[in-house]
């Protein structure tokens, strides 16, 4: 297996522009998560989802964020306008919806927007 | 809401010693996982080791090793003959039921020669 695959694997944008990051789960899991980076904060949750359905978006900094996942192989996360500080390294992960077992992360998305 | 602190933003430790990294958690819950991941400057996230809050035996998984203290709520990582490649964030991890995770802010770890 390929494992998680993120697009893009860079990002530069200018403020106020709408940004996509995209987000292919390894198959056969079926909770997908979306993690953003950055020194001062951390590794935070933004949301995840169980078999396609949001389950806990509280992580969600504000309502230019936004997260979809359509079907099982594929979710998005839209910023819309961007702001200089969205700039952050964003990861999708996966894993079975069985309790415990491991997050496999993708490489990230580094998102620079000036 | 489950917090997970780490409070040692950055440790360093001799080529071959051992070493140990801190971790605390805050929960209501009696079901639940830990882990620790490593990312190295390559920025890859890389699964450690894990354990379950119902067994009560530590997890080994070659050098690493955890202590779990369920009653104080702790999860420390040591890393025995500490080699070069070890450096990295390690961060703590938290999971409880439906699969929430949520990480610490991250231990520097520099392995020096």
Redesign the interface.
Known sequence: DAGVIQSPRHEVTEMGQEVTLRCKPISGHN?L?W?RQTMMR??E?LI?F?NNVP??DSGMPEDRFSAKMPNASFSTLKIQPSEPRDSA?Y?C?S?F?R?????F?G??TRLTVV | AQTVTQSQPEMSVQEAETVTLSCTYDTSEN?Y?L?WYKQPPS???I?VI?Q?AYKQQNATENRFSVNFQKAAKSFSLKISDSQLGDTAMY?CAF?K??????????TRLTVKP
């Open positions: 909770s998560f993690y951390g590794l949750l995840y169980n389950i806990d390294v990861f992960a894993s919806y309790g415990g077992t491991e997050a992360f490489q990230g | 079901n996982y882990f920025r890859q996230m699964l894990r379950e961060f999971m039921r439906y699969n929430d995770m949520r990480f610490g802010a991250g």
